[in-house]
């Protein structure tokens, strides 16, 4: 084959699918906007930090749930397990966990960078995009809680978004309910996965209990397959523990099914097939999982609290939210176009909350765009790795979101200079000359450096939308002088060299 | 120029070692043959094209895939497994055939035979966490890293590690270098042969021969694009056409349509479209009078004997039965697909049609 000459052309690269070369204007544009947001923050004591893009994988397994973990840019370096951060929460915690616990609380960071997830691209979904947040770590309760919520509603009212949608949720709620249920902590973790899902319509409850109790092991309690029918469990389970398993282990052998699996214990396996049959079908208790979960999203006001009461579960999710919220009126009035709405089946696709979280979102044409998120997540220190748990709270911006749902800027002109040589003799004259314009405040001088002759520095000008053009020849010096054009009039001066600057300054600023 | 004199229509990779002979039989039902001068050669030739032979290339089966993807052969056949690990969103490789109806086989979770509290995918989950709150993961051994993981993740399995073995991926869990694997299985024999299991919800890819091209090779040239369709258009024929029987039968009648209306009104024998009925030219005269029509009717196999009942029933005799090679049809469906394939997709990339700054739109 390699005797046959190239069919195929050289193809141009390609960016990679779901990311965006962020071209000018669009740069300096998201740049001042990433820079008002943060300096707001800076004003509420929030200090600037700076994680890596890249990650341990472990550092994301931990608790940020499915829906994070399957669009994951994972890889292995050199037997090193990785990732492209998802998110920077958890970044930010480990921050903390690593260098920053001897620290007096609460600490106040923001942050900025891109995170990566791989996700099916859309108008407003990319796989690199940028977030700007802020995490507030060491204070529990609803004044933090208020303080996140007052930053992230002030941020977009400072760049000029004042009509959106707060909603307002508490995971403390469904985690209530699921715990009383008794459902494993892997059963729960299934049932919160799907809750944003279902939220957005995109998953009905029907197929989500399917799915979940699927991934349960089914109705029957997953004995289909299996290599010991269901009746023996049953019987052993009248039998104290140790005698149960040992009969259990003495079976199997005469079975010859010798219980050995490597890393596994024959005592930890036949436990665990004996709890296994003890275990109730998990059918009933995703239902009602579920089906509270649709509970929440129907009810609205007061109907909310009556539903937690009828349940005997404990309203105080419910009050943390009021609280917050009615100390976020304390920072001052949201504005007439803020909607605010209370909804305790709010769930976010991080699996790292505990406590109030948030999302807010800004009609657009195409429906409703999410610009920003957050919440409470008070054991994340602990899953990763610290010896107490540490109260916190944070969220986060979509930057090219918040772009994209703020109104169009005026077009900015820039005040760009031209300053081009009218021979090659004339360029060191040239850029003293040029090197002085720049010391005027404002002014953007560029110098001719491909020193073609004034006319194609002319042609460039036009054609790039800068505003003046100074031309310096041989004559132009022995007089002490330089041509300045101005390029939307297409008039000529020829300016004394003292004066140059006050009249580039009234032709471009 | 040389160089393209000799060059065929297309270039075919077709699978060596454990595939070879599945393959080869199967393109030897779609009447093409490979001769191949010697069987040590990775080099051969296949004829039964009208566009001209085609140039084969053995390779092995995980190859093929990146030999299409770099244009280096325009076709290949391999496994629906390979293409599903390998393929990304970027590369060149269009499905040209998903189904070729051989070298059907799973690729599934398998875990020890004495893990007896383990029969689906649910007690993973458990068993990954159980070995995590210990301080171990849960290795996985497999030669599918990419369907493994996005299956298990897709799961709410997130502790595992997958690890590599080299030799028989079975005997990992024996040699203890993995937990369990994640393995092709057509019979499941090597894996009892090894006291493994396959457990409930634990089959990650149901997979089966497929032919795949180079998208941006077959667009290059139109003669590849052209033998691509003859070689679709046997591959079709041959597929619709397994299990199928033509009959033939002699029937007495007033007329072909008389004769065609008692054949239908049986429901038995629709045949494709209808029965074909055709006046037979009797060689001596019928002393009971009236005329003769000979009948043909393509029916599947598994309806042959309550076809040809029907047949009998309808008054028909001298009943032949052909298996049928080739059945086409007046486009070939596949080729249609394929062309669609191989439109350029920008009109459907969301990045293309964002309206509102011209800088976020693609250079």
């Given at each position: 084959m390699s005797s046959e000459p190239a069919l195929i052309q050289a193809q141009a690269i390609q960016r990679v699918r779901g990311t965006n070369d962020v071209l000018p204007p669009a740069d300096a544009r998201l740049r001042g906007l990433e820079a008002e947001l943060r300096a707001g923050f800076e004003a509420f004591g929030y200090q600037g930090i700076q994680t890596p893009i890249i990650e341990p994988l472990e550092l994301f397994l931990r608790k940020s749930g499915e829906e994070i973990v399957a669009r994951m840019y994972a890889f292995s370096h050199w037997n090193r397990r990785l990732c492209l951060r998802p998110e920077l929460t958890a970044s930010v915690m480990r921050a903390f966990l690593g260098d920053l616990q001897g620290h007096s609380l609460p600490l106040r960071f923001h942050y900025a960078g891109p995170s990566f997830r791989y996700e099916r691209p859309s108008r407003a979904r990319f796989r690199q995009f940028t977030q700007v947040g802020v995490e507030l770590i060491g204070a529990a309760g609803p004044a933090a809680d208020a303080e996140v919520l007052h930053l992230a509603c002030r941020g977009l009212q400072d760049v000029g978004i004042n009509r959106y949608r707060l909603i307002v949720g508490h995971l403390g709620a469904v985690l209530q309910l699921l715990a009383q249920l008794g459902m494993s902590e892997h059963a729960q973790g299934l049932v919160l996965d799907r809750m944003e899902p279902i939220g957005r319509g995109r998953l009905d409850v029907d197929k989500a209990v399917a799915d979940v109790v699927g991934l349960l092991g089914g109705p029957a309690g997953g004995q289909a397959n299996g290599a010991v029918s269901s009746g023996l469990p049953d019987a052993l389970a009248s039998l104290p523990p140790e005698q149960a398993t040992a009969i259990a282990a003495d079976i199997l052998a005469r079975a010859s099914l010798p219980v050995e699996g490597g890393s596994r214990q024959a005592r930890h396996i036949i436990q665990r097939l004996l709890a296994k049959a003890n275990r109730p079908d998990p059918t009933d208790q995703v239902q009602a999982a579920f089906?509270?979960?649709?509970?929440?999203?129907?009810?609205?006001?007061?109907?909310?609290?009556?539903?937690?009461?009828?349940?005997?579960?404990?309203?105080?999710p419910l009050d943390e939210v009021e609280g917050a919220l009615s100390l976020l009126s304390a920072y001052g009035p949201l504005g007439d176009g803020v909607e605010v709405e209370v909804d305790l089946s709010l769930a976010r696709g991080l699996r790292y909350y505990t406590g109030l979280v948030f999302e807010i979102y800004v009609e657009s044409e195409e429906g409703p765009l999410q610009v920003g998120g957050g919440g409470r997540y008070n054991d994340l220190v602990r899953a990763l790795g610290g010896r107490a748990s540490v109260p916190a709270c944070g969220f986060s911006y979509g930057l090219e979101?918040?772009?994209?749902?703020?109104?169009?800027?005026d077009q900015v002109v820039q005040p760009r200079v031209l300053v081009a040589a009218v021979s090659e003799q004339d360029h060191p004259a040239a850029v003293a000359l040029a090197f002085k314009l720049r010391q005027v405040p404002g002014l953007v001088v560029e110098q001719d450096v491909r020193l073609r002759g004034p006319k194609a520095a002319l042609r460039h000008a036009d054609r790039s939308g800068i505003l003046a053009v100074v031309l310096l020849g041989q004559q132009e010096r022995d007089e002490g002088v330089a041509v300045l054009r101005d390029m939307r009039t297409r008039r000529e001066t020829r300016v004394p060299l003292d004066q140059l600057a006050g009249a580039v300054r009234a032709v471009v600023l | 120029m040389l160089a393209a004199e000799r060059r065929m229509s297309l270039r075919l990779a077709l699978p060596s070692k454990g595939m070879e002979e599945d393959t080869l039989a199967f393109l030897g039902q779609c009447g093409l043959s490979v001769d191949r001068t010697n069987p040590r050669q990775y080099r051969a030739r296949m004829r039964g094209l009208p566009s001209g032979p085609v140039e084969i290339v053995f390779q092995r089966a995980t190859d093929i895939f990146d030999e299409v993807n770099a244009a280096s052969v325009e076709l290949g056949i391999t496994g629906y497994d390979i293409v599903a690990e390998h393929r990304s969103e970027e590369d060149d490789v269009v499905l040209v055939h998903a189904e070729l109806g051989f070298q059907r086989c799973s690729l599934v979770l398998a875990v020890p035979e004495g893990w007896v509290d383990v029969s689906s995918v649910a007690d993973i989950a458990e068993v990954a966490t159980e070995l995590r709150a210990s301080g171990r993961e849960l290795r996985v051994a497999t030669k599918y890293r990419n369907l493994t993981r996005q299956f298990l993740y897709d799961r709410g399995i997130t502790y595992f590690e997958l690890v590599e073995v080299s030799g028989a991926l079975e005997a990992a869990p024996a040699l203890d270098t993995a937990d369990i694997i994640c393995d092709l299985t057509s019979s499941g024999v090597t894996l009892r042969e090894n006291r493994l299991k396959t457990i409930a919800g634990g089959t990650v890819l149901d997979s089966q021969a497929c032919l795949i091209g180079n998208r941006r090779a077959l667009l290059a040239d139109h003669t590849s694009l052209e033998a691509t369709r003859g070689l679709l258009e046997l591959i079709e024929a041959h597929l619709r056409s397994r299990h199928q029987v033509s009959l033939t039968a002699n029937m007495r009648g007033e007329s072909a349509e008389s004769v065609a209306r008692r054949v239908l009104a049986t429901g038995d024998v629709a045949g494709l479209r209808g029965p074909t009925v055709a006046p037979v030219f009797a060689k001596d005269p019928d002393p009971e009078g009236g005329a003769w029509f000979a009948l043909t009717v393509v029916v599947s196999e598994s309806g042959l004997l309550r076809a040809v009942e029907a047949l009998r029933r309808a008054g028909a005799t001298d009943v032949t039965a052909t298996a049928v090679r080739y059945v086409f049809e007046r486009d070939s469906w596949?080729?249609?697909?394929?062309?669609?394939q191989l439109q350029p997709s920008k009109a459907g990339d969301p990045l293309k049609t964002r309206t509102r700054t011209t800088a976020w739109s693609s250079s």
């Amino acid at each position: 084959m390699s005797s046959e000459p190239a069919l195929i052309q050289a193809q141009a690269i390609q960016r990679v699918r779901g990311t965006n070369d962020v071209l000018p204007p669009a740069d300096a544009r998201l740049r001042g906007l990433e820079a008002e947001l943060r300096a707001g923050f800076e004003a509420f004591g929030y200090q600037g930090i700076q994680t890596p893009i890249i990650e341990p994988l472990e550092l994301f397994l931990r608790k940020s749930g499915e829906e994070i973990v399957a669009r994951m840019y994972a890889f292995s370096h050199w037997n090193r397990r990785l990732c492209l951060r998802p998110e920077l929460t958890a970044s930010v915690m480990r921050a903390f966990l690593g260098d920053l616990q001897g620290h007096s609380l609460p600490l106040r960071f923001h942050y900025a960078g891109p995170s990566f997830r791989y996700e099916r691209p859309s108008r407003a979904r990319f796989r690199q995009f940028t977030q700007v947040g802020v995490e507030l770590i060491g204070a529990a309760g609803p004044a933090a809680d208020a303080e996140v919520l007052h930053l992230a509603c002030r941020g977009l009212q400072d760049v000029g978004i004042n009509r959106y949608r707060l909603i307002v949720g508490h995971l403390g709620a469904v985690l209530q309910l699921l715990a009383q249920l008794g459902m494993s902590e892997h059963a729960q973790g299934l049932v919160l996965d799907r809750m944003e899902p279902i939220g957005r319509g995109r998953l009905d409850v029907d197929k989500a209990v399917a799915d979940v109790v699927g991934l349960l092991g089914g109705p029957a309690g997953g004995q289909a397959n299996g290599a010991v029918s269901s009746g023996l469990p049953d019987a052993l389970a009248s039998l104290p523990p140790e005698q149960a398993t040992a009969i259990a282990a003495d079976i199997l052998a005469r079975a010859s099914l010798p219980v050995e699996g490597g890393s596994r214990q024959a005592r930890h396996i036949i436990q665990r097939l004996l709890a296994k049959a003890n275990r109730p079908d998990p059918t009933d208790q995703v239902q009602a999982a579920f089906e509270f979960v649709g509970e929440l999203q129907r009810l609205r006001g007061f109907e909310v609290r009556t539903g937690l009461e009828r349940r005997g579960l404990s309203t105080a999710p419910l009050d943390e939210v009021e609280g917050a919220l009615s100390l976020l009126s304390a920072y001052g009035p949201l504005g007439d176009g803020v909607e605010v709405e209370v909804d305790l089946s709010l769930a976010r696709g991080l699996r790292y909350y505990t406590g109030l979280v948030f999302e807010i979102y800004v009609e657009s044409e195409e429906g409703p765009l999410q610009v920003g998120g957050g919440g409470r997540y008070n054991d994340l220190v602990r899953a990763l790795g610290g010896r107490a748990s540490v109260p916190a709270c944070g969220f986060s911006y979509g930057l090219e979101r918040v772009d994209l749902a703020r109104p169009a800027l005026d077009q900015v002109v820039q005040p760009r200079v031209l300053v081009a040589a009218v021979s090659e003799q004339d360029h060191p004259a040239a850029v003293a000359l040029a090197f002085k314009l720049r010391q005027v405040p404002g002014l953007v001088v560029e110098q001719d450096v491909r020193l073609r002759g004034p006319k194609a520095a002319l042609r460039h000008a036009d054609r790039s939308g800068i505003l003046a053009v100074v031309l310096l020849g041989q004559q132009e010096r022995d007089e002490g002088v330089a041509v300045l054009r101005d390029m939307r009039t297409r008039r000529e001066t020829r300016v004394p060299l003292d004066q140059l600057a006050g009249a580039v300054r009234a032709v471009v600023l | 120029m040389l160089a393209a004199e000799r060059r065929m229509s297309l270039r075919l990779a077709l699978p060596s070692k454990g595939m070879e002979e599945d393959t080869l039989a199967f393109l030897g039902q779609c009447g093409l043959s490979v001769d191949r001068t010697n069987p040590r050669q990775y080099r051969a030739r296949m004829r039964g094209l009208p566009s001209g032979p085609v140039e084969i290339v053995f390779q092995r089966a995980t190859d093929i895939f990146d030999e299409v993807n770099a244009a280096s052969v325009e076709l290949g056949i391999t496994g629906y497994d390979i293409v599903a690990e390998h393929r990304s969103e970027e590369d060149d490789v269009v499905l040209v055939h998903a189904e070729l109806g051989f070298q059907r086989c799973s690729l599934v979770l398998a875990v020890p035979e004495g893990w007896v509290d383990v029969s689906s995918v649910a007690d993973i989950a458990e068993v990954a966490t159980e070995l995590r709150a210990s301080g171990r993961e849960l290795r996985v051994a497999t030669k599918y890293r990419n369907l493994t993981r996005q299956f298990l993740y897709d799961r709410g399995i997130t502790y595992f590690e997958l690890v590599e073995v080299s030799g028989a991926l079975e005997a990992a869990p024996a040699l203890d270098t993995a937990d369990i694997i994640c393995d092709l299985t057509s019979s499941g024999v090597t894996l009892r042969e090894n006291r493994l299991k396959t457990i409930a919800g634990g089959t990650v890819l149901d997979s089966q021969a497929c032919l795949i091209g180079n998208r941006r090779a077959l667009l290059a040239d139109h003669t590849s694009l052209e033998a691509t369709r003859g070689l679709l258009e046997l591959i079709e024929a041959h597929l619709r056409s397994r299990h199928q029987v033509s009959l033939t039968a002699n029937m007495r009648g007033e007329s072909a349509e008389s004769v065609a209306r008692r054949v239908l009104a049986t429901g038995d024998v629709a045949g494709l479209r209808g029965p074909t009925v055709a006046p037979v030219f009797a060689k001596d005269p019928d002393p009971e009078g009236g005329a003769w029509f000979a009948l043909t009717v393509v029916v599947s196999e598994s309806g042959l004997l309550r076809a040809v009942e029907a047949l009998r029933r309808a008054g028909a005799t001298d009943v032949t039965a052909t298996a049928v090679r080739y059945v086409f049809e007046r486009d070939s469906w596949t080729f249609e697909a394929l062309k669609r394939q191989l439109q350029p997709s920008k009109a459907g990339d969301p990045l293309k049609t964002r309206t509102r700054t011209t800088a976020w739109s693609s250079s």
